[in-house]
């Protein structure tokens, strides 16, 4: 006879009478269950300067993605790494073939966030950046 527990997903078979007459509890889920605490500790560690690491972390599961989106959670993970990280600059090169300027993105990252700028902004100069937009000066195509 085996018996099934709801409030743990376990299940229980007796032993023989031979044996000790003990229940044996018989894990089906090996998986241990993180707790939210811990798995918030560790989140918060992962590194600003990899972005895709949160991404990655947030594509998990459904609680590791609400922790991600919580309010608290990023104003405590933009406290612990203090400074944001420096992912790349912009830079502005004259293409001799083109004769134009081409702006690239030059990553200080081991994965870039966001590729170079497509065709159509050729023979544009970067003017500024600021709270991740950039102000590129051209002709408009």
């Known amino acids: 006879m085996i018996l099934m527990s709801r409030c743990c997903s376990c299940v229980y078979s ?3 009478q ?4 003990v229940l044996t509890l018989l894990h089906i ?8 605490d811990a798995v918030t500790e560790i989140l918060l560690r992962l590194p600003p300067d990899e972005p895709a690491c949160l991404v990655h972390a947030a594509l998990v599961c459904k609680p590791w993605h609400r922790i991600l989106k919580d309010p608290a ?6 406290e612990f790494h203090r400074t944001p990280p420096l ?3 912009l830079h502005s ?3 001799k073939d083109l004769k134009c300027t081409i702006p ?3 990553p200080t990252t081991t994965t870039p966030p966001f590729p ?5 902004c050729y023979n544009s100069l970067v003017e500024d950046c600021r709270h991740g937009r950039v102000l590129l000066l051209g002709p408009l195509v």
């Open 29 to 36: 889920d090996f998986r241990p269950e993180l707790n939210h």
């Open 104 to 106: 690239r993105f030059v």
């Open 87 to 89: 992912l790349g600059f």
């Open 93 to 95: 090169t004259y293409n």
């Open 116 to 120: 170079n700028p497509p065709p159509d």
């Open 73 to 78: 959670f990023t104003r405590r993970y933009r």
């Open 18 to 21: 031979s044996q000790i007459s």
């Open 14 to 16: 007796p032993r023989p």
